[in-house]
């Protein structure tokens, strides 16, 4: 099992959006059962509200169901996860002083995984939900590819128990 956990300020916007994405690309390809995968966000000021009310108005208008409560990333999230997409370079601090600078190498900006890196901006602020739907689906896409190039012996495992 692969654990992935999306990280964004509040846990109401780009985290959930990259859960709720991910999640759904992983079922299409016939995946679920090799993940677990959830989202948080580096600050508490949002922690036990749902997804905001714009992002996931995105979500339906392009067909991605699922419901999400904020909540905050901890040492232990951390350490319980392979891989910990941030969406900009604030996450990415913000989680190294977390972790005193430990787990650097599962840390890992979403979009790095693109031939277009750069941070998902956020759409509290900018107001444009679809440009970070469109850079978060470019991310999960290509972050998917990785896996499945780096992990494809355990994908055929998965498949075949």
Not at 106 to 134: G, Q
Request: glycine share 6%; net charge negative; hydrophobic share 40%.
């Amino acid at each position: 099992m692969i654990n992935v956990a999306f990280v964004c300020l509040g846990n109401i916007c780009r985290s959930p959006m990259a859960e709720l994405i991910f999640t759904g690309m992983v079922k299409e390809r016939g995946l679920a059962s090799s993940f677990r995968i959830t989202s948080f966000g580096t600050s508490d000021c949002e922690e036990g509200n749902p997804v905001y009310a714009p992002a996931k108005k995105t979500l339906i208008m392009h067909g991605v169901p699922g419901n999400h409560i904020a909540k905050q990333i901890s040492l232990k999230d951390v350490i319980n996860n392979d891989y910990i997409l941030v969406m900009d370079s604030s996450n990415l601090l913000d989680l190294l002083r977390l972790t005193g600078g430990k787990f650097g190498e599962k840390i890992k900006k979403l979009r790095s995984f693109t031939s277009d890196p750069h941070d998902v901006a956020d759409p509290w602020y900018t107001r444009d939900f679809e440009k970070a739907f469109a850079d978060i689906c470019e991310g999960c896409e290509c972050f998917l590819d990785y896996l499945l190039k780096e992990k494809a012996c355990a994908f055929e495992y998965d498949k075949r128990h």
